[in-house]
């Protein structure tokens, strides 16, 4: 690996702002080191995509990238934007749950999303906001796994 593309590599991730979660220093295997940041609620399809996430292989991902002819950098600029997208993602489900929510107060319930404060009994098919409610989460968790996916490319590249 030339260090013209780890520090390309290190360039994209710093100006997309992206530093480790819990400041991990070492590379890791899995994602499973988000495991406190993704709460474990008891609907069964966010279950099933917390285990997903948690269990992403970063080696089988840097085969995949490598079989489909990308590099680090730009599997990273891949994720990074698709990161971005899922952003967007999460606006939109947030906007949908506050306006679907039955309490007046609207920043408490913006507040609850942002802070992941909701209900672990959440059930994704309990209606309209909850659906709004599950599709942020789900957008927060997977914009946190496509940004900690590049940045363990980037480790595992060094």
Known sequence: ??????????????????????????????LAY??????????PMLQ?????????????VMANMRNQGLSPAAASEILIKQA????????QAEECAVQSHYDPDRQRVREQLRNDTLSLD???DSGTF????CSYILQS?????????ALQIACHEK
């Open 1 to 30: 690996m030339s260090k013209r593309i780890i520090i390309g590599l290190s360039v994209v991730l710093s100006l997309a702002g992206i530093v480790p979660a819990f400041g991990q220093s070492t590379c890791q295997s899995t």
């Open 34 to 43: 988000l495991a406190p940041k993704l709460r474990n609620y008891r609907d």
């Open 48 to 60: 099933q995509m917390r285990t997903a996430i948690l269990n992403n292989n970063i080696s089988e």
């Open 84 to 91: 971005a997208t899922n952003d967007e993602a999460m606006q």
């Open 122 to 124: 959440l059930s994704c």
């Open 130 to 133: 909850s659906k709004c409610a």
């Open 141 to 149: 968790w997977l914009k946190l796994a496509n940004r900690e996916t």
